[in-house]
């Protein structure tokens, strides 16, 4: 009988903790109504898991994105997300942001993943922004502006960026007391792609430093402002 009932408490208690798991991995994927209302709440992370090109053709308003199916590039730029905030992830039907959630949260983030992605977000009539019309920079363009100025100081890198979001701050102090003059020249990395091949730049956010047309510095990630100001004096 003890036998009986110590195999009956065991049950019971995977059960309840089969039930509570459950529990936590449904309250962590929201519906649209409820996903939007949530990320209208101050600190949080809203992450596109999906490429850049679908990203460019329609995101939710202030939107970081990774490519999920780019192992290299999710690493690299998720590895920047605070721990400290919560994250709430998206793809176009929810099926890789999923995949890219239980990576995240193995990895200690707090997740939730939008139910039936963004394609269930627009059937809800919510908005959607991107630069899918948006003209590129010229190649021209580009070799105008760095032979043209003395110093010209390039970040390849874009708003969606989770690293490049973190060197704003950093870019403020060096704006407001540069130790030299330089002219400021942001490349769209998700847009501006003709010009990133001429740059050779891959990983976002590149920094490259031209002085008078020839480039004399790069730095591919974050940077310090006493790094900026070294290169510049250089």
């Known amino acids: 009988m003890k036998c009986k009932f110590c195999v009956s408490l065991l049950f019971m208690a995977s059960f309840l903790i089969s039930c509570a798991q459950t529990s936590t991995s449904l ?6 109504a409820a996903y939007k209302e949530a990320i209208n709440a101050k600190n949080i992370q809203v992450l596109d898991v999906r490429t850049a090109a679908e990203f460019n053709g329609g995101h939710i308003q202030n939107s970081l994105q990774a490519n999920w199916l780019d192992k ?3 690493t690299d730029r998720t590895q920047h997300l605070d721990k400290n905030l919560p994250v709430y992830v998206y793809c176009q039907v ?45 190649v021209e363009d580009l070799n105008t502006i760095t032979s043209s100025n003395k110093i ?27 130790a030299a003059p330089f002219y400021f020249l942001r490349v769209d ?3 501006d792609i ?13 920094f490259i430093l031209f002085k008078n047309g020839k480039e004399t510095w790069r730095h591919e990630g974050l ?11 250089k």
Not at 103 to 113: D, Q
Not at 194 to 206: F, I, R, W, Y
Not at 223 to 233: G, R
């Open 27 to 32: 309250s962590r994927v929201l519906n649209a």
């Open 72 to 74: 290299k590039e999710f």
């Open 94 to 138: 929810g099926a890789r942001s999923a995949s890219a959630q239980a990576a995240l949260e193995a990895k200690g983030y707090t997740v939730v993943n939008l139910e039936g992605g963004l394609s269930n977000w627009k059937m809800n009539g919510f908005p959607v922004e991107g630069t899918v019309n948006k003209a590129q920079m010229s």
């Open 152 to 178: 010209v100081l390039v970040e390849v890198g874009g708003d969606w960026c989770p690293p490049c979001r973190k060197m704003v701050p950093v870019l403020e102090v060096l704006n407001q007391k540069p």
């Open 189 to 191: 990395g998700a847009n």
């Open 194 to 206: 003709d010009v990133m091949k001429s740059l050779n730049a891959e990983g976002l956010p590149t």
């Open 223 to 233: 940077v310090t402002v006493e790094e900026f100001n070294a290169a510049l004096t």
